[in-house]
């Protein structure tokens, strides 16, 4: 099982991942960003809409700017039902 550093992201928030018990980038991926933000935001409330857009880049394997409008609008609505 790879680290969820091999998506691109940094050590803090493998830490905060592994925190609300998804240990690899495979765990990620199955899970998506969506349940992943989830977890992190009942664990740490400041978590905030960009964690989900980094979340969801690294799942594609792309960078947080290469996110369609469309695919950040859904995420963004999702995010403010929290």
Known sequence: MASVTTLGLGKTMEKKLHAVGIHSAEELTEMGSKQAVFRLKEQ???????????????IRGCGIKQLEDDCKADLKAYFKQL
């Open 44 to 58: 740490y409330p400041g978590t905030c809409v960009v964690i989900l857009y980094h979340l969801e880049a690294a």
